[in-house]
């Protein structure tokens, strides 16, 4: 009897270990379950520029680099800022390359969007007439630009530079960029204000830089997030700023000939100016000067864009600073 129950002990012991084990192989299993799908839940949606500040994203989705922080990034890409502004204040991006200007015009409809970074855009001003050889040379002549957007903030913080106004300049409204350096080219207007690539575009077919951003020190390309997602959603954009960097310490890494192929199918660059470009130097995403974005919103109320109270607490994001 003794020797029964010693046996039946035995398999009690045996079964309730082989129990636990399973049980503790199900714990295992089901919390690498649940961090899997804490990462699958990581999802964002952004649009793009077809512009240089963009390059680091589309590298940044070309390597697989948002995958690898567990991120679904929902990338569109738009070839106007105006069909940008539209995707944006619908509702169907929590973010997007984005400027002052534009950001001034959200604020301005009550849709809560904050900078997070500064990205690295530029604006040049570009000539045919070689009677024009600086900014000051502009008075009384033409220039080609759409309104109240950033070339048209940049332009008159540029003539400024020289004690010109924009009402001192001729002014062509003229909203689609390849269309301006054609005019410019073809004598139609004097001038006009591009970013890259039609800045190198425009060099490469004989027009003249007459200044840019850079030189001026005028910073208004920034990334922004809608408050809504950089509440409820913080983490996938942590992911996305870790996958930005990747993308820029890609960039910075590597020679051109590395992803020439992105320059040219997303923002637009052709093998005809390849010789000719020349790239800024990316850094990992930091939030912009407050000086600039006082600057531009106070420029944006003097324009009656923006009518509101400006406060810097609201317009921009600690996301980057904390």
């Known amino acids: 009897m003794k020797k029964k129950l010693g046996w039946i002990s035995l398999i009690s012991v045996m079964a309730i270990g082989l129990l636990a084990s399973c049980g503790t192989k199900e714990n295992t299993n089901q919390k690498q379950t649940d961090e899997s799908a804490k990462k699958e839940l990581l999802t964002l949606s952004?649009?793009?520029?077809?512009?240089?500040?963009?390059l680091p994203v589309y590298i940044a989705e070309k390597e697989g680099y948002f995958k690898d922080e567990g991120l679904n990034l929902a990338l569109s890409s738009f070839k106007s800022p105006k069909d940008r502004d539209a995707a944006l204040t619908s509702g169907h991006l929590d973010g997007a390359n984005t400027d002052l200007i534009a950001l001034s015009t959200y604020r301005q409809g009550d849709m809560d969007v904050k900078v997070v970074s500064q990205s690295?855009?530029?604006?040049?001003?570009?000539?045919?007439?070689?009677?024009?050889?600086?900014?000051?040379?502009?008075?009384?002549?033409?220039?080609?630009?759409?309104?109240?957007?950033?070339?048209?903030?940049?332009?008159?913080?540029?003539?400024?530079?020289?004690?010109?106004?924009?009402?001192?300049?001729?002014?062509?409204?003229?909203?689609?960029?390849?269309v301006r350096v054609e005019l410019t080219l073809?004598?139609?207007?004097?001038?006009?204000?591009?970013?890259?690539?039609?800045?190198?575009?425009?060099?490469?077919?004989?027009?003249?830089?007459?200044?840019?951003?850079?030189?001026?020190?005028?910073q208004s390309t920034v990334f922004g997030f809608t408050n809504e997602s950089l509440t409820n959603n913080e983490e996938?954009?942590?992911?996305?700023?870790?996958?930005?960097?990747?993308?820029?310490?890609?960039?910075?890494?590597?020679?051109?000939?590395?992803?020439?192929?992105?320059?040219?199918?997303?923002i637009g660059f052709t093998d005809d100016i390849k010789k000719d470009v020349?790239?800024?130097?990316?850094?990992?995403?930091?939030?912009?000067?407050g000086k600039q974005?006082?600057?531009?919103?106070?420029?944006?109320?003097?324009e009656g864009i923006y009518k509101k109270k400006y406060n810097q607490t609201d317009v921009m994001s600690d996301l980057l600073v904390k």
């Open 120 to 178: 690295i855009g530029t604006f040049s001003v570009l000539t045919g007439n070689d009677s024009i050889n600086t900014i000051n040379d502009l008075k009384g002549k033409k220039v080609g630009y759409a309104k109240n957007q950033a070339p048209y903030y940049f332009l008159d913080e540029a003539l400024k530079t020289h004690d010109l106004s924009v009402n001192e300049v001729g002014f062509e409204e003229v909203p689609q960029i390849p």
């Open 46 to 54: 952004f649009g793009a520029m077809p512009a240089v500040d963009s």
């Open 186 to 218: 073809n004598h139609k207007i004097d001038a006009t204000v591009v970013p890259e690539p039609f800045r190198t575009i425009g060099l490469s077919q004989g027009l003249k830089e007459l200044t840019n951003s850079n030189e001026l020190g005028i």
């Open 278 to 289: 020349t790239l800024p130097k990316y850094v990992h995403a930091e939030q912009i000067d």
């Open 236 to 266: 996938a954009i942590e992911a996305f700023y870790r996958a930005y960097n990747k993308g820029v310490d890609y960039v910075n890494n590597h020679d051109l000939d590395d992803y020439y192929d992105v320059l040219k199918e997303k």
């Open 293 to 302: 974005v006082e600057k531009a919103f106070n420029w944006s109320k003097k």
